[in-house]
């Protein structure tokens, strides 16, 4: 590969391409629009980053095992130097109930279950400083990409290189990681170019705040109460990070209007999380303070960009990836998984093959056996928790035959076998953090019989198993944080 590679875009899927690129000696330009970190280490770049490019930094992240193993095995020094900024680990036993950890048996392979921690802003500015410091790698701050230089050829996009706001011109083949709100498609489109889309919303607002510890005190241990889960009205999720840091994010259904304006308030978002025994013991005032406003965030969509429709490229040189290709509910904790996986990808393929056709037809074939099952799966995800949220908001709402089936398989079989059964929790929580697909553990034929033996099991002998009271029902939590849980049926078309 002797090309100029440009990156448009620091942020997780550029950082991680040129993380792959520079690692195995290729020359790269990473051109980013924002400003370089102010200096001073983690809690300097929380506060005080500014990072208009990427809305999403001050939300919760947590990066599954698919990212921190491409970390582990292919960047050993990175993973150190994540640890020494005070990132954390969350192994695959820390996550267990009480009552699962004392029937689980260690495994060789274990360790690949486990999930990296931190605030976002600390993982992007070690894995920033340790990818410019990679020979080849250079960052351009402050740099705004306005252009693909290039031009039409037999109905296909031939992408030269960039133009800058000040009117360079960098030749080189172009890697377009900037993100969700990406421009290459609009240009693409200015020179006839349309790539087909799919889009839907994720039916989710994001609301997210931040707290620290206060001094003495450790986080708390795990309980009856898991640290993130589904009331219907809304989701919760704390996120341990680095140096004593902790946020909560609260997922509130697009429905829910009342309580997606007062949950901005932080007091009401306190006294929200003060109910929810998962996460009150976490914010409770003797244990940790508050360190930042609610962080709000919307139009939360899942998009497929498809570059090479039935293998046939719409542009050469150029490759699309991170948010601006694929984008998913963060509920899921993917993308930047993805980002990794994908920046991966880019550098094989480019080494793989040196023809701009094949180059496009493999990197778009590797790209949707690799991701596009689970954007299938959240994408299912998605539309059935839209379609829970709506009934929870009408009480005349009465399930049929196959909801009532399909819940009690969620809830009776598949809750159950998992919560009751390491073993069986383990092969989940593969598909779960990308290390196979999110269904094959359920098409082994051992564990189907392990989750229809916990269907056929009387709801007596495995009472223990379902999960605790997660807070109150919809319309106790709305009345004690002061909000009106009525909401107009005719509005919702259920009059
Ligand atoms: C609320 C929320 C929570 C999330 N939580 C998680 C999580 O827990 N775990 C997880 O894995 N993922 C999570 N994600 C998803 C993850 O953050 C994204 O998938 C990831 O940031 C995508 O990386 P990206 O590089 O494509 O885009 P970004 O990280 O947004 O970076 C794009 C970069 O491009 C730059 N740029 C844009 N245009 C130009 C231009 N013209 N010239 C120069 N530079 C430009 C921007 O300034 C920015 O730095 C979350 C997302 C959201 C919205």
Redesign the pocket.
Known sequence: MDEPILI????????FTALALGSRGHPVTI????PPPPEGGADAAFEGWN??????LR??????AR?RSIVVERHPALHQRLMDAGCQELTFASGLSPAAAARYRPEPGDETLTVLTSR?TTLELVLRQYVTELPGVTLRSG????GLAGAMKNGVFVCEGLRLDDGEVLPGLVVD???????SFDWLAEAGVVVPEEEEDAGIL?Y?RHYRLLPGQGEPERGAVPGAGDLGFIKYGV?PADNGCFSI?LAVPEIEEALRKAVMHPETFDALCAQMPGIARWTDPARSEPVSKVFG?GD?RSRWRDMAPGDKPLALNLFP????LV??N?LY???????AVTGELVAQTLEAERDPTARAVAFSQTLKAELRPYYEDMRTQDRAAIRRARHALNAAYRPGFKARLVKSFTDDAIAIAIRRDPALLREFMRGFHMLEDSRAWLKRPGNAVKVLGAWATPRAMKRQWYPAKLGPERVEMLTTVGVDPQEDPRRLGFA
């Open positions: 448009i875009g620091a942020g997780m899927a550029g950082l051109l980013e629009r924002d990072r208009r490019g990427v809305g999403h939300h919760s992240h947590a990066f599954l990212l976002r740099v705004n990409v306005a990681a900037a993100g969700r709100s990406s421009q994001y997210t996120f994010t965030m939360l990836i991170g948010d601006g984008r998913t963060p904790g993917r993308g930047c998984s993805f980002a």
